[in-house]
């Protein structure tokens, strides 16, 4: 039975990574940060209780299990390695919000910059010890490519405009270097933005779907916003992991640009989300310049030549259908808070502004 780590399992793209493993009959252990809160509930359901597997806690091969740990911990991931023995790495883990990462800029710069390079080092040391190859998946970002006119692919320059970005580019060098100078077999996966209902509800797709949907029902009235004229290559996170996967099962490591290779505006998003609603967009969206970044990056449009190409991969889902998937799944819990059920965790952005800058 293959056996995979995943670090930034509790996330959108960890979730997906992790049902499309399990389903191909992995071993699959995901790293959790400790938090004095829950932050698992999109995992919550591939999670087996190890009170459930037997009398030493492990039982029969198979399911997701879960560690603590920490990007920032070197330590700790050695420790999860040795306990893991993956034959499959997937560094997911990061301070992923590019607005953030301006505020936070060494925080994020140490766990998706350092963090990487621990989890290399870390791999390399195990696999020198336990005497058999581990295959590395490192999530790199469109974001690594700045002001790099589109389309992108993998001979564009990095030209990054955000802390995030920088952190980026140095894990995705720091991965090639290691893999020249070890032999290591480490794959870059140079991701344009995925997205689906498992979205963060700070990044914007998601933080319009879910305001449309409360908007729709009355239970909300504005939605604050800030640059609307940014183009972006939105595709289907569920689709995205499907490259990670195929990226370790080739012969050779390569660097891969995984993206739709079709392009819209913040403002074509906001038209898609309401228009399915029959909303106006116009008479909600408040601009707010806290939500501005500093630096923006005008165009990100990915040419995905190389994974369709050599991965044989394709993206399914375009995107009118993944807008219109996130729409139906918010108007659905907008549905069910209204009934007087749980409400979602509304998320900055669709109260008025306050200290939230996301
Ligand atoms: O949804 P976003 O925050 O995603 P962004 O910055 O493109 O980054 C995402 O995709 C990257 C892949 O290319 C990942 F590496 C990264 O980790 C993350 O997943 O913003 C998209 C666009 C930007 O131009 C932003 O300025 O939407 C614009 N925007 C306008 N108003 C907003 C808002 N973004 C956010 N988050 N919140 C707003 O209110």
Redesign the pocket.
Known sequence: MPRALITGVTGQDGSYLAELLLGRGYEVHGIVRRSSSFHTERIDHLYTDPHLLGDDGHGEPGGLRLHYGDMLDGTALRRILDAAQPDEVYNLA?Q????VSFDQSEHTADVAGLGALRLFEAVRDHARAAGRPVRVYQ??????FGLAPAPQNEASPFLPR?P??VA?VAAHHFGVTFREAYGLFIANGI?????SPR??E??????ITRAAARIRLGLQDR??????D????WGFAGDYVVAMWLMLQQPVPGDFVVATGESHS?RE?LEAAFGRLELDWQAHVVL?P????PV???H?CGDSTRARATLGWTPRVRFAELVAMMVDHDLDLAQRERAGGAPPNVGP?SRAPGPGR?
């Open positions: 990061a992923s919000h590019v607005r999530a790199g970002s469109s974001e690594m955000s995030y970005a980026k991701l344009f933005n995925h997205e979205r963060g700070t990044f914007v797709t998601l933080k939605l604050y916003l800030g640059e609307l940014a183009r972006r290559d913040v998003f707010d806290r939500y501005r970044r923006e990056i005008p990100l952005g996301a």
